[in-house]
């Protein structure tokens, strides 16, 4: 990888993140402004609020992170920020300010794909750790993706060339942690915090149903958030609970036997297609990126599918999973060095795609 210094934005969903980049690998700085604690009483991301919230913070996340890279303008190659997908209000916050940077400071602009972003934060490496201690992922490998709005599986075959393998039909994984969580009484972000419930559970054996779908690559998890809904409607009828008094919650060790139960299976359909596909075809190594990546359990479960293989896992450490702008800055880094330039023109793109089959 070429040498070069990016600062990258990321604004695409309810997290503000600028970072610093060097040589497409290394973090000299990486800032994140997260909107849980604003978007938590609702329950979910409201678009206005998330967008309002980027506007409030970009300007001290920008602060925050030159004060750490200590690195000056003229040090900075290019820009790189998030184009889409995600919600346009909030993509537009982070493009709008890149934009201004990259006219008043004359640097080149690169738009980035959050995806993308995602694939790339297992090349970065942290301050004080050397590139040499982190290998890089080997080619050909697969990619899974797995975050509050997307699940993405992709094959690569060299850099920043993806050829997609399954996507869900319906829910993203994340969305169905969420949505799940909720219905456990267990407050937003669900990912978390079903996580954490689930480590309490001293029965390990309830079973909530996967969707196979034959040899298909894809995933579907509305069946499973249809079940689950039974399932904790069940529950809850059996402990004496009204139906409809969301304040009334399901014992502690019920939750955390039915978080285990839909963890469990959301992972076994995740690790079970993943592996089969980097078998399929012939993959040298494994990447996981995504918020759902942060998840313990996935991590260990397709670390074990991985070697079983024989191969290398790549995942990012969790912090680096969730959104951020340090992972815009390594897929920033490829394009830029690929020669690829934005014009002033670039525009917040909500749907747009990565890769076709
Ligand atoms: O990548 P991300 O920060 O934002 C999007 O691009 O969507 O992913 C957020 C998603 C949320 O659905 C959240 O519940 C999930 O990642 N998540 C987790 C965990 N941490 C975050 N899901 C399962 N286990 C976790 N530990
Ligand atoms: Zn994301």
Redesign the pocket.
Known sequence: MKRSIILSIES????TGIAVIADGRRILADVVASQVALHAPSGGIVPEVAARAHLRWIVPVLDEAWAAAGVTWADVDAIAVTCGP?LAGSLLVGINFAKALAWVHDKPLVGVN?LEG?VYAAWLTDPGQEASDRPEPIFPLVALV?????TFLAEMRDHLTYRLIGTTLDD????A??KV?RLLGLGY????A??RAAEGATRRDVRFPRAWMGDSTDWSFSGLKTAARKIVGEARTEEGLPPDDPTATLSEATTAELAWGF?DSVVDVLVTKTVRAAAAIGARSIVLG???A???V?RGRLAEGASSLGVPLFVPR?GL???NGAMIGAAGARRFHAGERAGLDLDARPSLPLAAR
């Open positions: 695409s969903c309810d997290e995600g959050h995602h797995v975050s509050g709005g997307h993203a994984a994340g969305e942690f969420d969580g972000p669900g990912g978390p079903i996580q963890q995504g918020g759902v942060a998840n313990g996935l969790p999973c969730t959104d």
